[in-house]
């Protein structure tokens, strides 16, 4: 029974890592896949040898227990990342990502409409238009 609680904390677990991605809903896919494919799996096996490899029981748990995994693993995959997370230059007020607007003379936060002072001082890295 730990191992369904452990492979549900890793699905997750990657899902709420990389959520707001591609990565996250490949990752809860996947793990659906694996679930529904270990059903089919033992079923045929068991059918094959004449002889139950999983348990009644267990067998009739891995079905809401795969729709579990699924619905909580896309949920987490959409719920929204914290503002200025992954931003490369976040306002200080709201966490707008600023990237770009570092050398404009207005120093006006487009989204919170608050002054930012930061310009940057690790302002290199690339940027369109300076080639
Ligand atoms: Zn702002």
Redesign the pocket.
Known sequence: MMIFVLYAAIVWYAAARWRRTWWAFSAVTAGLLLIIGFILAQGWISQAIGFRLVGVMVNGLLYPFAALLGLVGYYIAVIPRPPGEGAQHP??????D?VGMEETDRGV?P????P?TNRSPSAGGPRPGNA
Do not use: S, V
């Open positions: 306002c200080e007020h709201c966490g707008y600023l936060c989204e919170c409409g608050k930012f």
